[in-house]
């Protein structure tokens, strides 16, 4: 469930820059002690815009201008991550927290490699850690990442319940809502299923996967009436998605 899962990307702390000067030649640009910082924020622009091998460029060159800044290394695991080399990622992120040991972002990224690698027991030991913060703001992420090892594992209940912490009044998760319901099905209880799918529509509206996964529990339920509002919604809001293209056969056009 890689795509389910919710990696933070770090906020650029700008006073955590060090104005170290670089161990390679010497010019006008790199003497300057601010050249690191004006590389990580290029590199956290294309880092945003999903270009990551040139965002992790912009790193590397930031780390040699000012070598050790724990907020570089964090955003080199985070290239490394999105593109899939856990190793380099990991490595990046143990060097973030070697320099910065309460560096909870780092700690969350590293449970996140962790997670992609199947690792579970190790990401629930470092989702724990930056639970241990009280005033991490991204909080109910690590909830659901947490719940997340724990469904891997088959421990549904530790999962539930995290999932459940995960739906914060301001700030819910939308995955939760998905995977509670799935928990929900499968352990019969359709309604409350139905339940959650009917928030997670209300409180995103933006995110057509509630109503179809609405609509299609609905219709395996036999309540095809019920479900044909959200199908339609779903064609009328993606009419090219392959979402569309299931609410139709749902809904029985094509």
Same mark, same amino acid.
């Given at each position: 469930m890689k795509s389910s899962l919710l990696i933070? #990307?770090?906020? /650029?702390? /700008? @006073?955590?820059? #060090?104005?170290? %000067?670089?161990a390679g030649p010497a010019g006008r640009d790199v003497e300057n002690p601010l050249y690191s910082l #004006?590389?990580?924020?290029?590199?956290?622009?294309?880092?945003?815009?999903?270009?990551?091998?040139?965002?992790? *460029?912009?790193? %590397? %060159?930031? *780390? %040699?201008?000012?070598?050790?800044?724990?907020t570089v290394l964090n955003m080199m695991g985070l290239c490394h991550l999105r593109l899939e080399r856990y190793d380099q990622a990991l490595l990046s992120f143990d060097k973030a927290l070697a320099q910065i040991p309460a560096f909870t972002d780092a700690?969350?990224?590293r449970g996140?490699?962790?997670?992609?690698?199947?690792?579970?027991?190790?990401?629930?030991v470092d989702f724990i850690a930056v639970l241990s *913060?009280? #005033?991490?703001?991204?909080?109910f992420s690590v909830f659901y990442n947490l719940g997340m090892t724990y469904l891997q594992r088959g421990l549904t209940s530790a999962a539930k319940e995290n999932f459940h912490n995960a739906l914060d009044p301001d700030q819910p998760v939308f995955e939760a809502y998905l995977r509670l319901a799935e928990i929900e099905q499968q352990e019969g209880?359709?309604?409350?299923?139905? @339940?959650l799918l009917e928030e997670a529509t209300h409180s995103f509206p933006n995110?057509?996967?509630?109503?179809?996964?609405?609509?299609?529990? /609905?219709?395996?339920?036999?309540?095809?009436?019920?479900?044909?509002?959200? /199908?339609?919604?779903?064609?009328a809001d993606e009419p090219r998605s392959e979402f569309a293209a299931e609410a139709r056969r749902m809904i029985g056009e094509n």
């Open positions: 933070l #990307t770090l906020t /650029l702390v /700008l @006073s955590s820059c #060090t104005s170290s %000067k670089p #004006t590389l990580m924020r290029a590199g956290s622009l294309l880092l945003q815009q999903g270009r990551f091998d040139a965002a992790l *460029d912009k790193f %590397k %060159k930031a *780390d %040699k201008v000012a070598p050790g800044n724990g700690r969350n990224n996140a490699t962790y997670m992609a690698m199947g690792q579970y027991r190790m990401a629930e *913060d009280s #005033t991490y703001p991204h909080r209880y359709p309604d409350e299923a139905v @339940s995110r057509i996967e509630a109503p179809l996964a609405l609509g299609r529990l /609905l219709t395996n339920l036999g309540r095809k009436s019920e479900a044909e509002p959200y /199908l339609r919604e779903v064609i």
